[in-house]
């Protein structure tokens, strides 16, 4: 059995966040000790692993619910998390596009200004005032 801080330790999320995650219900409610301690099974720490690996993906709270009760059942269809996992994809696919996005115009921005001269003719305070010439970044 594993302690709250030792859980914390072990997987590297901390504890509120624990907390947090047994209040939504993603992590199940630990056994407590004769002191009313929280007390973790080798089946709580492979779970909040695989929230801990989710969250870093990039998963939302509702997908790792719904990835949880998939792995929960395994007589399911996998197609269901698959779709899950591709929607991620395609979020994170969308993201990369934006920021490149973003990357370009502000690539455009800077490279618009030696900074040699002053403030009433800088270009990437004109660019930063003039929404006009900011439209790739919508």
Do not use: W
């Not at 269809?77 to 899950?84: H, L």
């Amino acid at each position: 059995m594993f302690s709250i801080g030792t859980l914390s330790r072990h997987t590297g999320v901390k504890v509120p966040t624990i907390r947090y995650y047994e209040q939504m219900g993603l992590l199940p409610e630990p056994e407590r000790s004769a002191g009313n301690q929280r007390r973790y099974t080798q089946k709580g720490v492979d779970r909040l692993g695989f929230i801990k690996h989710a969250r870093d993906l990039g998963f939302a709270m509702a997908a790792i619910k719904s990835l949880i009760d998939l792995h929960e059942h395994p007589d399911k269809s996998c197609g269901a998390a698959t779709d899950i996992a591709q929607a991620q994809l395609d979020n994170v696919r969308q993201k990369i596009a934006r920021l490149q996005r973003l990357e370009h115009e502000l690539d455009r921005i800077a490279q618009g200004c030696d900074g040699a001269g002053f403030a009433a003719d800088c270009y990437v305070l004109t660019a930063l005032s003039d929404h006009n010439l900011c439209k790739t970044t919508h």
